[in-house]
């Protein structure tokens, strides 16, 4: 599986957006919170792996 790295560019009630640093031809993508680890900020980087988001 290929590893992204994200960016959370902005948190909306039970939604975060992430965009993806090293692939600007992928559209902004819309993710549950509850998929994500709780300690999530706008701001904060996240890689995704293995169908797994990990703060970096």
Do not use: H
């Not at 560019?9 to 600007?24: K, M, N």
């Not at 998929?35 to 701001?43: C, H, Q, R, S, V």
């Amino acid at each position: 599986m290929e590893t992204i790295i994200y960016t959370v560019s902005r948190i909306d009630g039970d939604y975060a957006y992430l965009v993806a640093d090293e692939r600007p031809e992928l559209e902004e993508k819309c993710v549950a919170r509850a998929l994500l680890p709780a300690e999530i900020n706008e701001g904060v980087k996240l890689k995704y792996e293995f169908l797994q988001y990990e703060i970096l």
